[in-house]
């Protein structure tokens, strides 16, 4: 039953649907997937969605892919995109979305995941589509989305300068500075506008100070 299983859905996240339809020849599709799930075969993630177990996969889940699916809309961003880009030196252990509905938390197998609502004004600003190794997409919030999201959702950070602010993000956030030298100022200006925030409006400042600063060495070298 599991090698017929296996054969008809070519990847490791699943759902109901594509399960009961994969089991269709067998006389009760539901009995079987309940005895899938006892033996470990398969995985419920949450109700309506699956993963085939250790022992019957053929690559590994993708855990962006899943945040996609287990609470929409919505995209990977925070501490876990932050990561995911390199911004920071290592990833966030729970998958931290961003979402146009109510705060939610999962804790599922695959590991916990978080949901923190925006408003739908910047909601759709900064979404990224990426896609995995065998070609299916998941969406996550750009470097500068994920950035901006990440500090106005800490509270614990109280800045009131652009000094301030640049000391947090490399000290507290352990923020990579020369990534931050490239960002897109316009987005975040964007965001600033629809979204008030004292801390987007000096994260501009930030990015204009470290640009100007790197435009200036890189002249200097070529001298």
Known sequence: MIDQLRSAVPHEEFDYQILIHALREYASPRDHATRLLEQGAIIRVKKGLYVFGPTFRRSPYSRELLANLISGPSYVSLEYALGFHGLIPERATTVTSVTAGKRRVFSTPMGQFSYWPVPSTVFCVGISRMTTSDGRA??????????????????????????????VLAD????????????????????????????????????????????????????
């Open 138 to 167: 998941f969406l996550i919030a750009t470097r500068e989305k994920a950035l901006c999201d990440t500090l106005v959702h800490a509270r614990s950070i109280h800045a009131r300068s652009t000094r301030q602010l640049e000391a």
């Open 172 to 223: 507290d956030l352990r923020v990579d500075l020369d990534e931050l030298a490239s960002f897109d100022t316009a987005v975040i200006a964007e965001l600033a506008r629809s979204w008030p925030s004292r801390r987007l409006a000096l994260l501009v400042d930030v990015v204009d100070r470290l640009a100007g600063a790197l435009r200036r060495q890189e002249g200097t070298t070529r001298e």
